[in-house]
């Protein structure tokens, strides 16, 4: 439908009923078919929109009265919750998010993949679905003469001052706060990002959940920091769980939040912590899940779906910290990691140490092209394990695993749509999905990740 016959038309007012959300959380209601998205509106609801812009095949409006509430519709918990834009669905229930989460999942797979008959379990959520994020990282900036840290306003780069955020860890929210105040009162200057001037750009926060140990790092332009032992002193001060006071220096100009400089100011390099029975070993740096509590249901439902006796060999690709490798390591022969980024790599390998792991290999490098590699080495894998990002699995790689024939394929999954992709070209080559399971990583957020089971057809 091309623009000029949109049967609506810009700031009119339109009585809708909404009957879905988009991937990023928006009512979607249509007027003769036309879908319009509405942010803040759940399905099952009425109301009246004016239209705000429209494009070609559908336009985005704003909700001007809300008729009739959905079951799920809740006060949102957070008082800054529309402006931060970090959560999208504390508007909705915790229920109505996991069945919200379930129904995408079911349709991209029936839509994309072409895959009907496929068992998707319900979606595994939290009991305790706030305060589950081990890791916070928040600009800094200055008003008024103080420090301010928190969130940039959408669709700008002012600094709102945040002085908690509900999924945080408590702890985190405390050491932020600490941190920027005893900073504040130490002469630190906040970086000012328009004139590449000012200091502090970043307050990161990282706790260990199973293990009680946190780290605070310092992102600074300069490498100098004003006081730097009554700050150090200070900040052991907020809390008997830092174990790790560190300095990063970052003094480009860029998004990018850490820069290649890592000092320890005071304590350890590392914090650990624990997944399962497995130990990680936490730098300023390294990757790590930011929910490892949902990280474990995710990652023993993989172990469960790869049905390892011992006697087999896997292959873990896009294999990270080796998470999901180190698991699979407990049931396997051998297990061999791939994964692009050569820092994540050496954090795999420390961990495989740690644990006292030694059928593991890590390599670096793309996976559509090491495990191509290796199989032209002979590796062949029993089962084979990926944990793409959102893109999903290059083609080359999928082409592999048809050849390679692997008994069984895990599917860990950031992106349903991608999930689906690849799933169907699987099952073109040979294989059949048997079931999925969806987990929420992501409590109000409109985030979902998936573990699928895929086994080669006889
Ligand atoms: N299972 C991992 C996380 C996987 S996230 C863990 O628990 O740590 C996806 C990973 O794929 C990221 O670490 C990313 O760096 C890596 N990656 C992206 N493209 C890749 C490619 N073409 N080949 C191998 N790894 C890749």
């Known amino acids: 439908m091309s623009k000029g016959t949109a049967p ?13 959300l988009t991937h990023d959380g928006a009512g979607v209601a249509k007027v003769e078919g036309f879908p319009i998205f509405v942010a803040g509106a759940l399905p099952g609801e009425t109301g009246v929109i004016k239209v705000v812009k429209v494009k070609k095949g559908y336009a985005f409006g704003r909700l001007v009265e809300l008729q009739q509430e959905s079951e799920y519709r809740v006060e949102s918990a957070c008082p800054i919750y529309k402006q931060c834009g970090g959560c999208q669905l504390q508007h909705m229930s915790y229920e109505g998010q996991l069945q919200a989460k379930h129904k995408q999942v079911v349709e991209v797979l029936a839509r994309i993949g072409q895959l009907q008959d496929v068992n998707v379990h319900p979606v595994l959520g939290m009991d305790e679905p706030w305060r589950y994020r081990n890791k916070a990282q928040v600009p800094v900036g200055e008003r008024e003469g103080g420090l301010v840290a928190g969130f940039y306003q959408q669709r700008s780069h002012d600094i709102i001052n945040m002085e908690e955020c509900l999924i945080q860890e408590q702890i985190n929210d405390d050491l932020v706060q600490g941190a920027k105040k005893i900073c504040e009162l130490n002469g630190v200057r906040a970086y000012d990002e328009e004139r590449h001037r000012g200091n502090l750009r970043h307050i990161m926060v990282r706790y260990g959940q199973m293990t009680g140990e946190a780290m605070v790092v310092l992102v600074t332009r300069e490498n100098k920091l004003p006081n730097q032992e009554k700050i150090i002193e200070e900040i052991r001060k907020i809390s008997p769980n830092i174990k790790s006071i560190v300095q990063n220096v970052n003094n480009k100009k860029t998004n990018v939040i850490m820069g290649d400089v890592t000092k320890v100011l005071w304590g350890e390099e590392y914090i650990y912590d624990y997944i399962g029975d497995i130990k990680f070993a936490i730098s300023a740096r390294s990757f790590y899940q930011v929910n490892p509590k949902q990280t474990k249901v995710l990652y023993e439902q993989a172990l469960n779906y790869a049905e390892l006796n011992g006697s087999e ?63 032209a080495q002979g590796i062949r894998a029993d089962v084979l394990v990926v944990d793409p990002p959102r893109k999903g699995c290059d083609d080359a790689l999928l082409q592999t695993i048809i050849e390679m024939k692997p008994k069984r394929v895990v599917y860990v999954s950031c992106n349903p749509a991608t999930l689906a992709r690849d799933l169907r070209v699987l099952e073109d080559g040979g294989f059949k999905t048997i079931e999925v399971q969806p987990v929420d990583m992501f409590p109000h957020t409109t985030h979902v990740e998936c573990v699928a089971q895929i086994i080669l057809k006889v």
């Open 8 to 20: 609506i038309e810009k700031n009119e007012t339109y009585h809708v009923t909404f009957h879905d």
């Open 313 to 375: 060999t896997v292959i873990d690709a896009y294999c990270g910290i080796g998470t999901i490798s180190l698991f699979l390591a407990q049931r396997a022969k051998r297990v061999y990691g791939v994964e692009i980024v050569p820092e994540a790599i050496s954090d795999a390998k420390r961990n495989a140490k740690i644990n006292g792991m030694e059928n593991v290999d890590f390599a670096v490098g793309e996976a559509e092209k090491v495990i191509p590699w290796w199989y």
